[in-house]
């Protein structure tokens, strides 16, 4: 018969000596907090080993301001896609006016991870002010800007590719201009790091004027750019990378189907929204193939090398600036390539293409009667003042009084239009409500 031990008895325990798992859970933690006196620190009994010491330059997370502006209907959409969810095969909507999005990415295991704010500034340059939404004092030292072009309008290219970096540079120098009001050695700081985009030993140096936040431009839609003829790339490419290199910028060129310079522009955009540096250096100048030229690494002499037709370098740049006239000669030659700016603000045509993406069937409706009925009220006003008009053409001959009569029923008529019709060719004025005729009529 089994007998249980009694309490206070001195039979040999058999675990002895053995230590205990949570003993040595307990003692491993006691000396990594000896060893670590910022773990030790941890409050509300947290363990030592949940808080590790970090420095604190990478525990605080950074974030980026980024807008993305261009040509209509030049691919923005698209390429950000591209960039934030590149497996999504589906065809992204217009943009209507400013859209928001934003990715993530992580520093380090276990650290708060860096958020790059993304803007699309939908509707061509018409909607230019709504750039103050993402660029602003508060947020220039950590502002991105990508200005996106269509290759398959050439002709418009070096126009809607000017006139945006001076849209964005405006901005830009109102912001640092008052972040010197308040934060002088940000605005310092920011300026410094501008300069540094072009270094002090590069031949253009004196040259370039870089703009103060990254800009990065990207001329989309290669897959059309390729299939054209040698000499047009070339000068496309020229052209490019010659205002990409006067504002410090980088260029992009990018094909929906190539896949390299979909990779590029990913390593790109990464480095620029994320701050983040790679070893693998890219830099293609070669019209015939997709191009990446960071900034600060081309040079006018490079690109110069062979001036377009009918122009020199001296058109260009001169020994301490570019010149004024660049841009306009460089839209010259353009057009004399490839024939006039074509206007892609072409209101009625884009906003019936945004119309059939935003259906609203009974607001359609609606609008078509009441748009039906406006003409048929024009016609029906139309025809009984022509009737009015042929009666008293046909009876007494027509008084001033009535004239004034017929102006008020009517004031949609034009009234110099009306006098001549009802034979008072000077009835031209009509003031407080009285008609004035020169003398004698």
């Known amino acids: 018969m089994a007998t249980s031990r009694r309490r206070g008895s001195s039979a040999p325990d058999p675990l002895a000596g053995v230590e205990d798992i949570w003993s040595k859970v307990k003692a491993t933690a006691s000396v990594g907090a000896a060893a670590d006196p910022a773990a030790a620190e941890a409050k509300d009994g947290e363990a030592a080993a949940e808080t590790p010491s970090v420095p604190t ?35 992204p909507k217009p943009t209507v006016a400013l859209e928001y999005l934003f990715a993530r990415r992580s520093a380090a295991p276990n650290q708060p991870k860096d958020v790059a704010h993304i803007w699309e500034l939908g509707g061509g340059s018409k909607l230019r002010n709504l750039v103050s939404v993402p660029i602003t004092p508060q947020n220039i030292t950590s502002n991105v800007v990508a200005i996106i072009v269509d290759l398959s309008q050439p002709a418009n290219l070096i126009p809607d590719l000017c006139e945006w970096i001076d849209i964005i540079r405006a901005r830009v120098d109102e912001c640092v201009a008052a972040l010197k009001q308040t934060n002088p050695e940000a605005a310092s700081a920011l300026e410094e790091s501008a300069s540094l985009r072009i270094p002090a030993d590069h031949a253009d140096a004196r040259v370039v004027r870089p703009m103060t936040i990254p800009l990065l431009i990207i001329a989309n839609k290669y897959d059309i750019y390729k299939d054209m003829e040698s000499v047009q790339k070339k000068t496309i490419s020229q052209a490019l990378r010659f205002v990409a290199h006067s504002n410090g910028a980088t260029l992009l060129t990018v094909g929906a189907r190539d896949k390299a310079s979909q990779n590029n522009l990913r390593m790109q955009l990464t480095q620029l929204l994320f701050r983040t540096s790679s070893s693998k250096k890219v830099e293609l100048t070669n019209h015939d193939k997709p191009m990446a030229v960071p900034a600060g690494v081309d040079s006018f002499d490079n690109i110069l ?62 609008r078509s009667q009441r748009d039906a009925a406006l003409v048929q009220y024009k016609k029906e006003a139309e025809r009984k003042l022509q009737l009015e008009i042929s009666g008293k053409k046909s009876s007494e001959p027509f008084e001033v009084e009535e004239f004034v009569k017929v102006v008020q029923q009517q004031p949609q008529v034009d009234h110099t239009c009306l006098g001549l019709l009802l034979g008072i060719p000077r009835c031209a004025e009509w003031r407080g409500g009285r008609t004035e005729t020169a003398p004698g009529q």
């Open 305 to 366: 090398k062979i001036p377009p037709k009918g122009t020199d370098v001296a058109d260009f740049v001169g020994p301490r600036s570019v010149n004024s006239d660049a841009n306009v000669t460089w839209a010259r030659v353009m057009e004399d390539m490839f024939g006039p700016k074509r206007s892609l603000d072409d209101v009625e045509g884009e906003e019936k293409k945004e119309d059939e993406v935003f259906l609203e069937p009974a607001v359609d409706d609606m």
């Open 57 to 91: 330059s990478h525990a605080e997370h950074l974030e980026t301001y980024t807008l993305f502006v261009g040509q209509r209907q030049a691919g923005k959409s698209s390429l950000i896609t591209a960039f934030h969810n590149p497996t999504k095969d589906d065809t």
